[in-house]
């Protein structure tokens, strides 16, 4: 069974510039959680869907930061304009259910120069 | 709020010797407590799990831990260390909202 999908895996953009995440979850996973990793940190929660909705944003800087889960499968974050802050790596995870053992993807590197 | 804390960014040990990952606990709910193991430029993989059955709580790749609520702590262990074990290893906290709080997360190397 593929496990979670994202790409790209590697990103390197210039400040003030849009970025975008792609997700494939575990096929049949209802929930998507993305996850920002800071350089030495542990992944702290951005967003969490359940199906199509979004049920937990609140630690997503809604200013710059937007996602979306259309039809309840694969996802995309995406950060406009991206800051220097922003680099670090993103993570897509995706669990049957809420509260089930959460699957994580191998992430997307951001760089933002 | 719960939050958890591991003591030790790096770990060092011989392969063959005894592998002791510490982490402590805050919560003010019965936590659900999990150790993760992160491989270079890969995500995170579950190595075990505390759900309040069981206070030792058995993984894979032969690592374990024991909840100790007297102690707030769920250290984990490995009897003998294999260089494949070389990783970055979380352990995060839940109240089971399903929102994982992870530590900052402890580097163990494995010397041959």
């Known amino acids: 069974e593929a496990g979670v999908v994202q790409s790209p895996r590697y990103k390197i953009i210039e400040k003030k510039q849009p970025v975008a995440f792609w997700c494939n979850p575990i096929s049949g996973h209802n929930t998507l959680y993305w996850y920002r990793q800071n350089l030495g940190q542990g992944p702290e929660l951005l967003i969490r869907y359940e199906n199509e909705e979004a049920v937990d944003d609140s630690q997503l800087p809604k200013d710059r930061f937007s996602a979306e889960r259309l039809k309840g499968v694969d996802s995309t974050l995406k950060i406009q304009p991206a800051e220097l802050g922003d680099s670090a790596v993103y993570l897509c995870?995706?669990?049957?259910?809420?509260?089930?053992?959460?699957?994580f993807g191998p992430g997307t590197r951001l760089l933002v120069l | 709020a719960q939050s958890v804390t591991q003591l030790g960014s790096h770990v060092s040990v011989s392969e063959g010797a005894l592998v002791l990952l510490r982490c402590n606990y805050s919560s003010s709910v019965p936590p659900y407590l999990f150790w993760y193991v992160q491989y270079p430029n890969q995500g995170l993989q579950l190595l075990l799990k505390?759900?309040?059955?069981?206070?030792l709580v058995k993984g894979i790749n032969g690592f374990e831990a024991e909840f100790k609520k007297s102690e707030t702590s769920f250290h984990l262990t490995k009897p003998s260390a294999h260089m494949s074990d070389a990783a970055e290893y979380f352990c995060?906290?839940?109240?089971?909202?399903?929102?994982?709080?992870f530590g900052t997360g402890t580097r163990l190397q494995v010397f041959p």
């Open positions: 995060a906290v839940s109240d089971n909202t399903d929102k994982l709080i």
């Open positions: 995870a995706s669990s049957l259910a809420r509260s089930e053992t959460q699957y």
């Open positions: 505390y759900t309040s059955a069981a206070t």
